[in-house]
């Protein structure tokens, strides 16, 4: 593998003295290093990588130019912290902004804005109904509806009970809630 070069003092003197051919030469160089730093470090897509380094370049520029870079031997360095730190502001810009795609391209439909409002007044009979169980089997029941893949046997161990009595409590508990849901959404 090629020794790749660290110091890049020869870039800041080329663009003091606007050597072009030089600068252009190291700076092909330069730049896709500092996109593959981006893009592996950083896990940065490819297009955010060479914005970020575009952008990061452009201020260093404006540091060489204005005469800001004491030693230019560590130009790499400075450059690879500018990138990153560009690439970190990128990242705060874009979560500004950034909506979920489907909730843009989600149009409901009348018919699914009816069922939705319909699930809507259903979850509200169901809470009605369960304030109205007791207090024990309220929480017999919402074990169940927190846990849907709770078996018998889960409850058994939970509540202290025999697998009957799961099972009969259990229906008896669902029984009641229907009653009450009937009772409620026919008023």
Do not use: W
């Not at 020794?3 to 003295?17: C, F, G, I, N, P």
């Not at 230019?72 to 690439?87: A, G, M, P, V």
């Not at 950034?98 to 939705?116: A, H, M, T």
């Not at 939970?158 to 009937?182: G, M, P, Q």
């Amino acid at each position: 593998m090629a020794q790749l070069r660290v110091d890049y003092s020869e870039l800041v003197e080329a663009l003091q003295k606007g050597d072009d051919t030089k600068a252009s030469e190291l700076l092909s160089e330069v730049i896709p290093r500092l996109e593959d730093y981006l893009q592996v470090v950083m896990s940065a897509e490819s297009n955010a990588a060479k914005e970020c380094v575009q952008q990061a370049f452009l201020d260093v520029f404006e540091q060489i130019r204005k005469n800001k870079i004491k030693k230019s031997k560590y130009i790499f360095s400075y450059l690879i912290k500018s990138c990153r730190h560009e690439y970190l502001r990128y990242i705060k810009r874009q979560h500004k902004f950034d909506y979920d795609g489907e909730s843009f391209n989600e149009i409901y439909e009348p018919e699914e804005q009816f069922q939705n409002l319909l699930d809507k007044e259903r979850q509200r009979i169901l809470e009605e109904c369960l304030d109205e169980l007791r207090k024990k089997s309220r929480e017999f029941i919402e074990y169940f509806m927190d846990r849907p893949e709770a078996s018998t046997d889960d409850a058994v161990e939970e509540f202290d009970l025999s697998n009957a009595n799961v099972r009969t409590r259990k229906h008896r508990i669902l029984s009641r809630l229907h009653h009450c849901y009937k009772r409620k959404s026919n008023q």
